[in-house]
């Protein structure tokens, strides 16, 4: 017969082991990458969106180590869902984006300032979305023009807002919480949520079940299995 006491000394070790396979998996999971949409325009209606200077950013933060979902699959996923302003997304949206594409992040940003005359400037808004809660952990605002090019790098003024892009791309990677993301990825992924003990009483020769319901943060493509 077995006590109560031998009954929650087994619980016990069932909590721990559940916690310790999760840790182990979990330092096993691959990096879960950061979607980039279209970065939306003002300048050119409310519609529109700056595909060049999206594509070049993606470049760079892939240079400095980032992964990023591929850019078509996003441009897909705006389609099927009838997205039509990439600046901001719904809750509802945010989810999906995680079940479909597996992105851990969505970055999501809008062109402030892009103008060629009188002097070419180039402004930028970006907010880095967590998809498991719709939490922002990092944003960005910030704007350079062709007499801040000159002065800083000592060269001639830039002519076109175009040429004011690796700038304000530079500035962006100088602030952009990579070690934040990192961390994110490596720390833990599972707590316990509940644990359901049935029956609520008992008495010698009864069967007894333990459930445990943990709390993660995993894709659902990439969530481990324990037994």
Same mark, same amino acid.
């Given at each position: 017969m077995m006590s109560m006491r031998n009954i929650?000394?087994?619980?016990?070790?069932?909590?721990?082991?559940? #916690?310790?396979?999760? !840790?182990?998996?979990?330092g096993a999971s691959s990096v879960a990458p950061v979607a980039v949409f279209p970065l939306q325009d003002m300048s050119q209606g409310r519609n529109g969106l700056d595909f060049p200077f999206t594509r070049y950013l993606i470049q760079r933060l892939q240079e400095n180590g980032t992964e990023i979902s591929r850019l078509d699959t996003v441009i897909a996923f705006m389609s099927n869902n009838r997205i039509r302003h990439s600046g901001q997304l719904e809750t509802y949206h945010i989810t999906r984006l995680r079940e479909e594409l597996g992105a851990a992040y969505v970055l999501l940003g809008t062109v402030i300032q892009n103008k060629? #005359?009188?002097?070419? !400037?180039?402004?930028?808004?970006?907010?880095?979305?967590?998809?498991n809660d719709g939490s922002t952990i990092w944003s960005y605002v910030g704007a350079v023009s062709g007499a801040d090019e000159r002065n800083l790098l000592g060269l001639g003024e830039a002519t076109t807002a175009r040429e004011l892009e690796p700038v304000l791309a530079d500035e962006i990677l100088s602030r952009w919480p990579a070690s934040e993301i990192l961390n994110q990825e490596q720390q833990s992924?599972?707590?316990?949520?509940?644990?359901?003990?049935?029956?609520k009483k008992v008495v010698p020769g009864t069967e007894v079940h333990c459930t445990v319901r943990l709390r993660n943060l995993w894709?659902?493509?990439r969530a481990p299995g324990f037994f």
């Open positions: 929650l000394q087994k619980l016990a070790l069932t909590v721990l082991f559940v #916690l310790f396979a999760a !840790s182990m998996a979990t060629d #005359l009188p002097k070419p !400037s180039l402004g930028l808004t970006l907010n880095l979305v967590r998809t992924s599972a707590s316990i949520d509940s644990v359901v003990l049935q029956p894709l659902a493509s």
